[in-house]
């Protein structure tokens, strides 16, 4: 299922929207542009069926553990997280979990009655989760012994953010906040304002070297001053133009990816570009994309498009290297990189696993019947996925 526009809404415009929300709940796993778009404007566009291919890779699933409840139909994408050979991962109804990478061995479990929906972030021994409810949950990452706790202004449905003695959250209605990633202390916030209608979900914080860069519903890519919030510089990443607010959804949900000064991001309006960090300015723009993160792979960035359609563009000028549309209305995530791999998962619990120099299959295996929204994470070798149900499975190629 691809992204679909949320009720995050202001007064003037709920009733057209919860009219497309009642459509989404007839409709099933179509867009708002599906309804418009197929040969009939009464049915929504059919996910393509899967092509059969020869396997090129091998793919060993390693482990599988539940995390708890998850996010069901809240659209908040809610992945793992990993570092210093250890998962994370929060669900809605089962607190944050930490497991063993290689072998999916639970150490340890922080119970809660929070619906833990953004999250969780990691870094400098914290693990951060956020709530539906605006809750902020700072643990040890050794032991999960809770550090503190705080309050932002929204909910909280993206990972926080921690480094350089911060821990930062985007919440659901634009801000984002700073704390003190020991006490918990609020230092800052900064906020923007949303567009009337904007797809379901936030960009994650991104920390550069005394910057914060941070992507808005509106379209940009914002660039902050760490030590206070001060906005620095802001950059288009989409044009929310058009008649109609659906026309306008530009959303810049997927964390912007850096690549020594290079700043990658990708809007709702299928656009991706190339953003110098220091100064803001766009160095290249490609009309494809979507709103969630880029991957970078070498020469070359990799982003899903609203359709479904994977592409791969030249880090350099943004050039097209290939398109796998393949995967067309499938609801694919935001692709990972494994290997000599892009990998992205998919509304039916797939997993594809794409050649980086030709788009073409090179293996595939289904996680389980629950849908995947979270972008999969890499480190080590071994790819982690999280479907809406909480459940986590692991894989390494090869073997």
């Known amino acids: 299922m691809t ?11 709920r009733a057209a929207v919860l009219l497309f929300a009642v459509a989404f709940a007839l409709g099933g796993c179509s867009t708002v542009k599906g309804w418009f778009g197929g040969k009939k404007k009464d049915e929504p566009l059919a996910p393509a069926a899967l092509v059969e291919f020869a396997p090129s890779a091998t793919v ?14 809240l659209g908040a994408r809610q992945g793992p997280a990993i570092a210093d050979g250890r998962v994370y991962a929060a669900a809605v109804h089962g607190g944050v979990h930490a497991f063993d990478l290689q072998t999916g061995k639970e150490i ?12 969780p972030g990691v870094g400098d021994g914290l693990v951060v989760a956020g709530s539906l409810e605006g809750d902020v949950v700072a643990l040890d990452a050794a032991t999960g012994a809770e550090k503190w706790k705080a309050k932002v202004t929204n909910e909280v449905i993206a990972a926080p953010t921690i480094g350089q003695g911060m821990v930062l959250v985007h919440s659901n209605d634009g801000r984002v906040t700073a704390f003190d990633a020991a006490s918990g202390e609020r230092r800052w916030f900064w906020n923007r304002d949303m567009p009337n209608l904007t797809v379901r979900g936030d960009s994650g914080v991104l ?6 860069f941070v992507g808005n519903a509106d379209g940009t890519l914002t660039a902050l001053s760490l030590a206070d919030g ?17 026309e306008r959804m530009a959303d810049v949900d997927g964390t912007p990816t850096l690549d020594g000064t290079t700043l990658f991001a990708s809007s ?13 300015r766009v160095l290249w723009q490609h009309d494809a994309g979507g ?6 792979a070498g020469d070359r960035v990799i982003v899903s498009d ?15 290297f290939w398109q796998q549309d393949k995967l067309k209305n499938r609801g694919v995530t935001a692709p990972a990189v494994q290997g000599d791999y892009a990998v992205v998962g998919d509304a039916d619990g797939y997993l594809h696993w794409l050649k980086l120099d030709t788009g073409d299959f090179a293996a595939r295996t289904r996680v389980g019947h629950d849908a995947l929204r979270a972008t999969p994470v890499v480190a080590d070798g071994v790819l982690v996925a999280q479907d809406v149900d909480g459940d986590l499975s692991a894989w390494r190629l090869g073997r």
């Open 108 to 119: 340890w479990r922080y119970e809660s009655k929070l619906p833990l929906s953004g999250g």
């Open 306 to 320: 609203p359709a479904g359609v994977v592409w791969t563009l030249d880090k350099n000028s943004g050039g097209a």
């Open 3 to 13: 992204n679909v526009p949320s009720l995050r809404a202001r007064p003037a415009v």
């Open 207 to 212: 920390l550069g070297p005394g910057y914060v």
């Open 291 to 296: 709103s969630g993160r880029v991957a970078v």
């Open 268 to 280: 709702y309006k299928r656009q991706t570009v190339a953003v110098e960090g220091p100064s803001g």
């Open 230 to 246: 001060r906005q620095v510089w802001d950059a288009t990443v989409g044009e929310a133009e058009g008649r109609t607010e659906l």
């Open 60 to 73: 060993t699933r390693l482990w599988t553990a539940d995390a708890g409840k998850g996010e069901g139909r």
